[in-house]
């Protein structure tokens, strides 16, 4: 159920390693947030919009999927700086939320989760001094993962007993047996845990 | 971290997100749809405690960079923190420690509950959330607040949520065992 953003594909910059989309995508945020002529701007944005749909295969509709959640805010912009400052300042600040948003989606939709997990552990491994465990992150990330569809679980159920009882607006008579329920299962597993030697994992190997 | 503090950071973690993929509540007189996931906080700081609530938060954010779609309305991945929301969601770690934090000095009563997540839950949100989006927006601050203020009542409605399950919760479930350490 828990699925990621990753879109399997076959153009070059699936290819890229994950560190070095990273990277370009720090280096072009910069890029976008020092600009401030609108012919450039359009540009950049055009040719952003160009790598995502065409050179990297994601084509227009995923284009225009990342797009839709921001046309409220590049409303709100539009209207605002028309009424405070000029049209070009508006036309400028939207395209740069729209390129910024772009690039950081399609480092997302072209890179494995595994690969941004491996750029993670390997962050983990550099904070070790400080005494970050990296195998405890990684079990931790991986639980977390598991659990999502239990907790879902636990709580439509809950809301199911609860709506066959007339209760499906009474917030509070869902979320209170939902979450100590939560709580409960909480105790097992960190029971299950602990017999199995969790207090020691990762201390020497 | 015990197992039991690894178990419950990441249950936490895990309903929040599982909040956030439950259809909105909609809520009468309140223009935006009300999602759980600030709810999520909220029971998370006055439930576990401020660190695990913390780390709880901490981790979910990790997952989003990561590029699980977590968020309500499937949204995730790297874009969520260029966009206008991203001080939002920096704010959520901080917001669960200030609740929980609020909560283990002033003792669990519904009323300190409910002041510790208008405080933390909404006050220290909006602080961190509002320049941010006035910054990628280029608003003034003030307008920035404006246009925040929208989902004021919903985080009203959902503290009083929030504060009253976290009461009740404390109560059936022994409290020492969840808020110490």
């Known amino acids: 159920m828990i699925a990621g953003l990753y879109l399997p594909g076959d153009g070059w910059i699936h290819g890229l390693s994950a560190p070095v989309k990273l990277g370009f995508m720090f280096f072009t945020g910069l890029t976008i947030v020092v600009i401030s002529h609108v012919s450039v701007m359009v540009l950049l944005t055009i040719s952003v919009g160009f790598i995502f749909s065409v050179v990297a295969g994601l084509g227009f509709k995923r284009l225009w999927l990342s797009t839709r959640p921001l046309l409220i805010w590049v409303l709100a912009i539009l209207l605002a700086q028309l009424w405070l400052v000029s049209a070009e300042a508006a036309v400028l600040i939207s395209l740069r939320l729209v390129t910024l948003v772009w690039v950081a989606t399609l480092v997302t939709y072209t890179t494995r989760l595994s690969e941004m997990s491996d750029v993670l552990a390997a962050m983990c491994s550099v904070l070790r001094p400080l005494g970050v465990n990296p195998e405890r992150i990684a079990f931790l990330i991986a639980l977390t993962i598991r659990l999502i569809p239990s907790v879902f679980d636990i709580v439509r159920d809950v809301r199911d007993v609860q709506k066959a009882r007339g209760l499906e607006r009474a917030y509070i008579a869902m979320f209170v047996p939902a979450l100590t329920r939560l709580l409960r299962e909480s105790d097992a597993l960190s029971d299950a845990l602990t017999a199995r030697g969790f207090e020691r994992w990762g201390d020497k190997r | ?181």
Do not use: E
Not at chain 2, 17 to 31: K, R, S
Not at chain 2, 62 to 70: I, M, N, T, W, Y
Not at chain 2, 71 to 79: E, V
């Open chain 2, 1 to 181: 971290m015990s197992a039991k503090d690894t178990v419950l950071v990441a249950m936490f973690a895990a309903l929040t997100a599982a909040l956030g993929l439950l259809p909105p509540i909609p809520v009468p007189f309140v223009p935006v749809p009300v999602t759980g996931q600030t709810l999520g906080i909220m029971l998370s700081g006055c439930v576990i405690g401020a660190r695990r609530a913390a780390f709880a938060m901490l981790l979910l954010l990790v997952l989003l960079a990561l590029g699980l779609p977590l968020l309500s309305g499937g949204r995730g991945g790297l874009g969520v923190f260029v966009g206008p929301s991203a001080g939002y969601l920096i704010a959520w770690p901080l917001a669960a420690y200030c609740i929980g934090a609020f909560v283990s000095r002033f003792g669990a009563s519904i009323g300190v509950l409910f002041l510790a997540n208008c405080v933390g839950g909404i006050g220290l949100v909006y602080v961190v959330g509002v320049p941010i989006m006035a910054l990628v927006l280029d608003l003034s601050v003030g307008n920035a607040a404006l246009a925040g203020s929208v989902f004021l009542p919903g985080d009203l409605i959902k503290a009083g949520v929030a504060s009253a399950v976290a009461a009740a919760v404390l109560r059936a479930y022994p409290t020492q065992k969840n808020t110490q350490a």
